[in-house]
């Protein structure tokens, strides 16, 4: 079980990785227009029913992943906003300045 959960802890930190899974599910589900339309399977309550489980999942996973970026990019603001970079740049320079000068 724990090689599951690792293995998925890989998955979902790669954003590439995610993109291109996501991008072939959805040609994937495009293909799967016109097939179920000729073999009149959108006709199927439980062929309608699984699409529609499938859509109620991965909304909430897509809306799941969104709120993961928003919390990590709020995490990175904090800390860029305790760091002041400009503030270390002027300091390094005056203390060059002063040693040139001594």
């Known amino acids: 079980m724990s090689v599951a959960k690792s293995l998925w802890a890989a998955v979902q930190g790669d954003p590439v990785f995610m993109r291109r899974v996501n991008g072939w599910l959805t040609i994937l589900w495009i293909v799967m227009i016109p097939v179920s339309l000729m073999t009149g399977w959108v006709k199927s309550v439980v062929y309608v029913s699984a699409l529609s489980l499938w859509a109620l999942v991965s909304g909430h996973w897509s809306a799941w992943q ?3 970026v928003e919390v ?3 995490q990175a603001a904090k800390v860029a906003k305790k760091e ?3 503030g270390d740049v002027v ?4 203390e060059r300045t002063t040693i040139e000068q001594a």
């Open 66 to 68: 969104a709120a993961r």
């Open 72 to 74: 990590n990019q709020e």
């Open 84 to 86: 002041d970079v400009a």
């Open 91 to 94: 300091e390094a320079l005056v």
